[in-house]
């Protein structure tokens, strides 16, 4: 029988910026196989410790509008005062290949990508609480406080779109959290509504 399980989908993550999606995402990347993070291309400065390739593919404004025009990106968006993308090939060669492909991506992403892949599985993650998230995003040490106040006040604002989202995961405890995507990503392959022809068609091949 066809491992119907082998079927890549695409899972969506998002959440306010220091809700601690970059670290549950990591230490999933290392607890399970099979599954691809995409490296998105962005405009902004690299911070410390960032490589190039790894944690983006860090270009020019200049570069990344001729990417837009060629159209190689699944989705892009401005996000604060820079540019991100999704680079298209790459995920739909990884998802044809059978690997699942996470996309750690903001809610504008999140939502062009819902309109092109609708079976996309969307995932937010939340902070235990705003406290809590000024906390992270000031002992990052890389932001100044206008860019503190600024990514407080979005991810408020963000909280309202969560509603879009088909799951949510507190980040209180990140191994804690990490289970429940693992969770989330095994139920999604157990669904029959999304393998439903895959399911039949291997029985009707046996038989
Ligand atoms: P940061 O600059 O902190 O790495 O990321 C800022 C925001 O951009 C985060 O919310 C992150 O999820 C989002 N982001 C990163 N890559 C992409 C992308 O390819 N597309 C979109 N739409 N957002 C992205």
Redesign the pocket.
Same mark, same amino acid.
């Given at each position: 029988m066809e491992d119907i399980s082998s079927k890549g989908k695409l899972f969506v993550i998002?959440g306010p910026?220091g809700a601690g999606?970059g670290t549950i995402i990591k230490e999933l990347l290392s607890q399970i196989e099979d599954v691809k993070l995409s490296v998105?291309? %962005?405009t902004?400065n690299p911070r410390p410790g960032e490589i190039d390739g790894v944690n983006y593919y860090f270009v020019e404004l200049g570069e990344f509008q001729k990417m837009i025009e060629a159209e190689e990106f699944l989705?892009?968006?401005r996000?604060?005062e820079?540019f991100?993308? %999704?680079p298209k090939e790459k995920v739909l060669r990884q998802l044809d290949e059978g690997y699942d492909v996470i996309?750690?991506?903001?809610i504008?992403?999140a939502m062009n990508v819902k309109k092109a892949f609708p079976k996309a599985v969307f995932i937010f993650i939340l902070p235990p609480s705003m406290t809590e998230l000024r906390r992270r995003i000031t002992g990052r040490g890389s932001e100044t406080k206008e860019v503190i106040d600024l990514r407080m006040s979005k991810a408020l604002g963000e909280l309202s779109y969560m509603a879009q989202y088909d799951y949510c995961v507190v980040n209180g405890e990140v191994q804690e959290a990490v289970n429940r995507v693992k969770s989330i990503i095994v139920a999604e392959h157990s669904k029959v509504s999304s393998d439903i022809e895959a399911i039949l068609n291997s029985f009707e091949n046996e038989k």
């Open positions: 998002s910026s999606k998105s291309a %962005t902004r989705e892009y968006a996000v604060y820079n991100y993308g %999704t996309l750690e991506i903001d504008q992403g």
